[in-house]
C-alpha cells in the first residue's frame, strides 16, 4: 500500500528544531513526509537536516524544480498538511489567501486536511488580528490547536509555546485517520473532565479512586482533532496536557464543579469522563492523624459531594447543550446505567464495567451509550480512543 503522504511546513520560528521531532515520528510510524520549510525556517534547522530526515529534496522556492510545478503538485497530492510551527506571520498569510513561497502555495493548494500548531510570543497570540486569522482558517476548516502554556524564548513565560511534537503527532494520527477535510465540530466549544478527584483527610491522606484519566484525555485529543475549542479539566491525572487543549487542573469535586460550571457557560458540550467522589469527609484535620496503639481511629464522617452531572442537565448553561455523563458500574451494568441516566437527566451516559484489572490504568476500554432517546451503542473492546470517536458522533448528531 501506497505510505500517506504528509508534508510538514516549518515556519520561522525558533519552535522550528522542534519539528524534527514530529518529522521522526510521522516517518518511523510509515508516513512519506515532505518537509516544506520557510526561508526564515532555514535559519533555525538547515535543509540539509530535513532533507535527511525525511529522504526527500528540500526547497522554499517555487522556482525549483520548475518542470513538475512543484508549487502545485505538492498540495495537490497530500493527504495531509500540518504546518509546525504556525508562526503569526503564516497564519495571517494563510488566513488571506497569500502565496509568495513554496509553502503558502501548497497550503493554497490542498485538498486535504490542514493542521496548524501555532508558535509565538503570549502577546502576539493574544492579538486580534492573529486571533482574527485564526478564527477565519478554522471557519474554513482547518485545525488550528491551541498552544502550550510554558517557557517561551528567553525568560517569557506564558501561552504560545509549541505544543509537544508527540502529542502534535497524535492530532495529525486522528485527523489522518477520519479522512475528512471538514471537522465537524469546528466551531464548537466542548468540556471535557477527566481523571479522579481526591477528598482530604488530612495533609498526607486523601479519598480517592483508581481512574488515570486516560478516557478523558483520548476524548479531549479526538474533540481538538475534529477541530472543537477544548477546555479540559483535570483531576490528578499526571498526564501529558494534550496539544491544542486549555488544561485546568482541579484536586476535589468541589473545585471540580466550580470550574465546570465556569467552562460550561459557553460551551455546546459538556463530557464528564472524571471520576467524582461522592462523599467526601466532613472534618479535614489541619495535622496528620496519628496512630495510637491503644486506641482504635476514630470513625470518618463523610457528607455528599455536589451531584456535578445532575447540577448541570438539569440547569443548561445555554440551550441546545449536549451533557455528556459516564457511569462505571461492577454489576448490573446496564441496568444501573439506565437507572443513573433517568436520574442523571443527561442526554448519553456511557456504561462501563470496571473493577481492579478492568478499565482503570488501560489503553482499552469498552461500553454501552445509552441516550436518552432510548438509543443504546455498542462500542466493543478496543482503543479508548474508538470510545471516543463514538461519544463526539453521537455528540455531534445531537449538535446538528
Not at 535543509?47 to 528540500?58: D, E, I, K, N, Y
Not at 483508581?210 to 475549542?229: E, I, N
Amino acid at each position: 500500500m501506497d505510505k500517506p503522504k504528509v508534508v510538514l511546513g516549518v515556519s520561522g520560528g525558533i519552535a522550528a528544531y522542534k519539528a524534527c521531532e514530529l518529522l521522526r515520528r510521522l516517518t518511523e510510524s510509515g508516513h512519506d513526509v515532505r518537509v516544506v520549510p520557510t526561508a526564515s525556517a532555514l535559519h533555525f534547522v538547515g535543509a540539509a537536516t530535513w532533507s535527511a530526515l525525511s529522504g526527500h529534496p528540500v526547497s522554499t522556492e517555487v522556482w525549483d524544480d520548475v518542470h513538475e510545478v512543484p508549487h502545485v503538485r505538492i498540495g495537490q497530492s497530500a493527504d495531509l498538511v500540518v504546518v509546525a510551527p504556525a508562526t503569526a506571520d503564516m497564519l495571517a498569510k494563510a488566513a488571506h489567501g497569500l502565496a509568495d513561497d513554496l509553502l503558502t502555495n501548497t497550503l493554497l493548494t490542498a485538498r486535504c486536511p490542514v493542521v496548524f500548531a501555532p508558535a509565538m510570543h503570549t502577546e502576539m497570540w493574544e492579538h486580534p488580528a492573529t486571533q482574527e486569522n485564526v478564527a477565519t482558517l478554522r471557519r474554513r476548516g482547518a485545525v488550528v490547536i491551541e498552544p502550550a502554556v510554558g517557557r517561551l524564548t528567553g525568560v517569557d513565560t506564558g501561552k504560545g509555546r509549541l505544543p509537544d511534537p508527540a502529542e502534535i503527532f497524535e492530532v495529525c494520527r486522528r485527523v489522518l485517520a477520519r479522512g475528512v477535510t471538514e471537522p465537524d465540530l469546528k466551531g464548537r466549544h466542548v468540556v471535557v473532565s477527566a481523571g479522579g478527584t481526591r477528598e482530604p483527610l488530612d495533609p498526607v491522606r486523601f479519598l480517592g479512586n483508581r481512574s488515570s484519566g486516560k478516557q478523558g484525555y483520548a476524548l479531549a485529543r479526538t474533540a481538538a482533532a475534529r477541530g472543537a475549542r477544548v477546555t479540559l479539566l483535570a483531576a490528578n491525572t499526571g498526564l501529558p496536557d494534550p496539544a491544542g487543549v486549555d488544561v485546568v487542573q482541579v484536586g476535589t469535586a468541589v473545585q471540580l464543579r466550580e470550574a465546570v460550571l465556569k467552562a460550561a457557560a459557553d460551551a455546546d458540550a459538556v463530557v464528564m469522563a472524571a471520576a467524582v467522589a461522592d462523599f467526601r469527609p466532613a472534618e479535614y484535620a489541619t495535622g496528620k492523624i496519628k496512630k495510637k496503639d491503644d486506641k482504635d481511629p476514630e470513625p470518618v464522617v463523610l457528607v455528599r459531594n455536589p451531584d456535578i452531572l445532575a447540577e448541570i442537565s438539569a440547569d443548561r448553561a445555554r440551550p441546545g447543550q449536549v451533557v455528556v455523563g459516564f457511569a462505571a458500574e461492577t454489576d448490573d451494568v446496564l441496568a444501573n446505567g439506565r437507572t443513573k441516566l433517568a436520574r442523571k437527566g443527561c442526554d448519553l451516559l456511557v456504561v462501563n464495567e470496571v473493577g481492579e484489572r478492568k478499565t482503570f490504568g488501560s489503553e482499552e476500554n469498552e461500553a454501552v451509550v445509552l441516550g436518552a432517546d432510548g438509543s443504546e451503542t455498542a462500542v466493543p473492546h478496543g482503543p479508548k480512543e474508538a470510545l471516543a470517536e463514538t461519544v463526539w458522533d453521537l455528540v455531534a448528531h445531537r449538535l446538528f
